[in-house]
């Protein structure tokens, strides 16, 4: 009997419901929240360029070197001010060294893997401010030989801009700078920082 009347009251909540909805929209009512809001989970993937140098300990910077990056992002967004998620960017450098056995190939990379918030101070506006904290990796690999990596820990600052194409999908320029140290016992720390530009596609589905 219980079983009955719980079916029957379902069922009329969903027969008011819909009576409701359909009754809203003869009358002409819309959602009118503005289109640009965020919300939900995002998708972010791009192409950049980024400047880095090092140095250890105490020794000043070497030169920038210039070469392409990428990144990928995923994340949500508890409301408009703000998105939540994690974030990896790759710097990578490739060339021709040598010794007395040959000429072989050397590529030097550094990975970027954090956790990250972006705000927005206005609401209504695609400018925001990024932060983020996690583990950087530097690695080199030598042709014929083996790959050397180190870790340690890597934190990000940055600004950028959403720029709404539709409802669901933003072109995002950003800029961000990277610093990153990596201890060794009895080694000297290396510290590696990247300056990056870079332009990526935000994709925000279920709107």
Known sequence: M???SLIIAVTLILTAS???EASAQRKGLVDV???HFRRG???EAGLG????SFKLADDPYSDQLGKPTFNFAVGGTPNSWIRLGGETTAWVYTFQDEDDQGVFQVTDGLWNIMAVAR???IRNAGLFFRGGVGLGVSSRSIEFSNTVTETGLSTLLGVGYELQL???????PSVGWFNSSFTKRDDDTLYERLANLSLSVTFQPGR
């Open 2 to 4: 219980k079983s009955r």
């Open 18 to 20: 819909v009576w409701s």
């Open 33 to 35: 929240s503005p289109d």
């Open 41 to 43: 989970v995002w998708l």
């Open 49 to 52: 360029w980024g400047q880095e």
């Open 119 to 121: 705000a927005y101070p």
């Open 166 to 172: 539709s409802k669901q999908l933003f072109l995002t």
